[in-house]
């Protein structure tokens, strides 16, 4: 049998061409453990060790005919002369998208490879690259091939795919997985998006969808992917200047709610906005304000870095404020907060030049300070927030200081908040500059808001789950409790829809309070989490 073992290398060689092969035959037939194997096998029995000798040799010939892997078609004969500037590269392409585009240069008309996307079938080959020429494709020349046709035949070929390119004078250097997440702020759909070079190469999000940027060499698309998918394979997506720049021209003024331009309260940024769309001159002005962080926010929502983050125990907790239309259950929910976890929660009492209404008791709801004192404390930089709505509300600093660094989660009077974004809905001259400073405020690394969207479910929903409930109507001073009307329903549903649209990227969580224990419970849960769950927080928290 060793002898046998011994002589089949040679009794084979006539099949096998190449010496690799045939190393591969000596080395195995010669392999120690194979000898012990047969000399076990033949203490044990005779027809197993034949029948273990047939299989050894039909692995052998199926290894022989190399029947595992594809059939490659031969090389090309043609090589152009200039032999070393050309590479031919065969991929064996199943499904998968080659992971590349490509473009034809304007001035020498060549075709191009434009892109690898990262983690992409070309990328892991590592044998395409950025600025290498196309030449050919399975034998066809694509010299005179528009880009549209080369990639139809691509998306054709199955199985090996030969191409002649001229490899790009600068080879890519190989780089380290980039670690920039940022969360998307919009939602993008690339089959909806007439600029992008390869809608198949797009990569689809939403709102609030977390991305690892993995590329940004391109000033227009940049590469990324969403964070957790096993996919290795980058997508594109308009890069953030971009993305900033065609969302300014492209937002029809008409579309902004509020018109009332002689106002005396229109920001300076609005201004600018509206005139920018008639000369060259104010365009400037427009782009002048991306510099700012308010234009970064307010109006043009793209992309916001973000690190992970979690809370140290017996850190700070994080604010919550909780927003929504008036009479969707802000009050309710807080209330039921309270109730359960009392040694968790607390409440902020702001401060406001309103008139008392009947059942409301001073430092309860609010602080009920004259409008002479309620300026002089704004003035002297006493309070944090301002909300210029028919009637004043601030916060004290110092209280809200000191709840944030309790032991306690402040959820913040969803008044002041809902009065904030509802009032702005109705009155077109505090839009942006009142909100955005408000809002920016909060956003900060001192108090971390979770911002909670409560939202309406569907109006029949609405008319079924609060036939019993009662709305404390905010236009109405005196305050007096009444049933819910139709039109107290089509306000909830409409001012939630324009919240969403208008202020969407804001909120961290959005909740339907539909039924309320169902609701209440998504709350709790949501709270839980972020405190003690590593979570996604901008990265501008985690510095200072
Ligand atoms: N899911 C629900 N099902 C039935 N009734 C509800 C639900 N949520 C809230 N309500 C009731 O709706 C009414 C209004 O709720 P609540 O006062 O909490 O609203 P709000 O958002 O705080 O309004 P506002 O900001 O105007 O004070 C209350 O009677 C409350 O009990």
Avoid at 19 to 25: A, H, I, K, R, S
Avoid at 73 to 92: G, H, M
Avoid at 177 to 198: R, T
Avoid at 446 to 473: G, M, Y
Wanted: proline share 6%; with cysteine; aromatic share 8%.
């Amino acid at each position: 049998l060793y002898e046998l073992l011994a002589a089949l290398p040679s009794q084979l060689q006539p099949h096998v061409s190449r010496p690799e092969d045939n190393t591969f035959l000596q080395d195995m037939f010669g392999e120690r453990s194979l000898h012990s194997l047969v000399k076990v096998k033949l203490k044990k029995n005779n027809t197993e060790l034949k029948f273990c000798l047939m299989s050894l040799l039909t692995v052998h010939d199926a290894v022989a005919q190399k029947s595992y892997d594809p059939e490659l078609p031969p090389l090309p004969e043609d090589i152009d002369d200039d032999e070393d500037s050309v590479k031919i590269i065969r991929l064996v392409k199943n499904k998968e998208p080659l992971g590349a585009t490509i473009m034809r240069d304007e001035h020498t008309g060549a075709i191009l490879v434009a892109r690898i996307m990262r983690g992409g079938a070309a990328d892991r080959s590592g044998l395409i690259h950025v600025g290498d020429e196309l030449k050919e494709v399975n034998g066809i020349p694509v010299d005179d091939k528009k880009p549209e046709e080369i990639i139809r035949i691509l998306a054709q070929s199955q199985g090996a795919i030969t191409f002649k390119v001229v490899p790009s004078v600068k080879e890519e250097p190989p780089t380290k997985e980039p670690k920039v997440f940022v969360k998307a702020l919009f939602d993008y759909d690339p089959k909806e998006d007439k600029a992008i070079p390869c809608k198949e190469a797009g990569l689809a999000f939403k709102k609030g969808s977390i991305l690892q940027i993995m590329s940004q060499d391109d000033a227009t698309w940049w590469q990324a992917k969403l964070e957790g998918d096993a996919n290795p394979r980058a997508g594109l997506i308009p890069s953030k200047q971009f993305q900033e720049r065609r969302f300014a021209l492209r937002r029809p003024v008409a579309t902004l709610p509020f018109q009332r331009s002689s106002s005396r309260r229109s920001s300076g940024f609005r201004r600018s906005f509206r005139l920018s769309r008639r000369d060259k001159k104010t365009n400037k002005s427009m782009y002048e304000c991306k510099k700012s962080e308010m234009y970064d926010m307010a109006d043009v929502p793209t992309y916001e870095e973000v690190t992970p983050y979690r809370r140290q125990s017996g850190g700070k907790h994080r604010l919550v404020v909780l927003v929504g239309p008036t009479g969707v259950g802000l009050n309710e929910l807080k209330r039921k907060l309270l109730i359960t976890d009392a040694q968790h929660f607390s409440v902020t009492i702001p401060h406001t030049s309103r008139a008392k209404r009947n059942q409301e008791s001073d430092g309860v709801e609010y602080h009920f300070i004259s409008k002479n004192l309620f300026e002089t404390d704004i003035h002297n930089n006493n309070s944090l927030l301002i909300f210029l709505t028919p009637h004043d509300y601030a916060i004290d600093k110092c209280t809200f200081k000191l709840l944030s660094h309790s032991c306690f989660i402040t959820v913040l009077p969803s008044c002041c908040w809902m009065t904030t974004l509802h009032t702005l809905l109705l009155h077109s001259y505090l839009f942006s500059f009142v909100s955005v400073q408000t809002i920016k405020h909060l956003r900060t690394a001192e108090f971390k808001p979770f911002v909670v969207f409560v939202k309406p479910p569907a109006i029949e929903r609405l008319r079924e789950t609060r036939k019993n409930a009662r709305i404390i109507s905010g236009k109405d001073d005196k305050g007096s409790a009444k049933p819910f009307t139709e039109e107290d329903f089509q306000e909830m549903v409409s001012t939630a829809q324009s919240m969403e649209t208008q202020y969407g990227h804001l909120f961290e969580k959005v909740i339907v309070n539909d039924d309320l224990s169902a609701a209440f419970s998504e709350l709790r849960l949501a709270l839980k989490k972020i405190e003690t769950e590593t979570h996604w927080v901008p990265v501008s928290w985690t510095h200072s």
